[in-house]
């Protein structure tokens, strides 16, 4: 191998270092910003993940790397798939940071549920609010087991039905219909109708 080619081969080795490096800082900026949203602490998320304390400490500061099967028990803890933690917004020049177009917005796709949400909100954001529309496929719903979280739910359901339940009361939302409740109370929906349901959902402070 001549000068060139070592070269070269150092610059690439680089490259690719740098790549792996700038993956693990996303992932545990990732990791931490999902983790404060839900105030909870490390010793919390290792306990509901199975995940030691030091690993998840690794991962958020980027100086590790989550093998697979850590980051499939973080995604079904958070609730959103494993690409989630690698996902960015797109970037446009010169755009104010509180703006976020069409083209931009993020995506969680909860295939399994029939469920799509696009967070609308901007990451700029302080997270005392975040704002998604919510995409339900018939016979898709947030799973079979009601759930709970801090602060508050509302939103307005836009196409379709809804069937949403609340501490342990059910309702049927069509379009046109709205719904406000603290998300400390167990709660699930599902999609009521044969046609797809749209729900403009707002959730303060923000969840994911």
């Not at 700038?22 to 900026?29: C, E, H, L, N, R």
């Not at 991962?59 to 590790?64: D, K, L, N, P, T």
């Not at 850590?70 to 917004?89: A, C, I, K, N, Y």
């Not at 196409?159 to 709660?187: I, K, M, N, T, Y």
């Amino acid at each position: 191998m001549d000068e060139y080619d070592r070269a070269g081969a150092l610059k690439r080795r680089r490259r690719v270092k740098g790549e792996a490096e700038s993956t693990q800082m996303k992932v545990g900026a990732r990791l931490r910003i999902s983790r404060r949203r839900r105030n909870w602490t490390l010793q919390e998320l290792a306990r509901l993940s199975g995940v030691s304390v030091s690993m998840l400490s690794q991962i958020e500061c980027g100086v590790s790397t989550p093998s697979i099967k850590t980051l499939q028990r973080l995604s079904d803890v958070f609730g959103v798939p494993m690409s989630w933690f690698f996902s960015e917004p797109s970037a446009m020049a010169h755009e104010p940071r509180w703006i976020v177009r069409q083209e931009q917005r993020r995506v969680l796709k909860l295939t399994t549920n029939g469920v799509t949400k696009q967070l609308l909100s901007a990451e700029a954001g302080d997270g005392k609010i975040q704002l998604m529309l919510v995409h339900i496929e018939p016979n898709g719903s947030s799973g079979d087991t009601a759930y709970t979280h801090a602060g508050y739910d509302a939103g307005t359901v836009l196409e379709g039905s809804l069937r949403l339940e609340v501490d342990g009361q059910a309702g049927v939302l069509c379009a046109g219909d709205s719904f406000e409740f603290s998300s400390a109370l167990p709660h699930r929906f599902e999609n009521a109708g044969s046609t797809r349901c749209v729900v403009l959902w707002a959730v303060a402070p923000a969840f994911y």
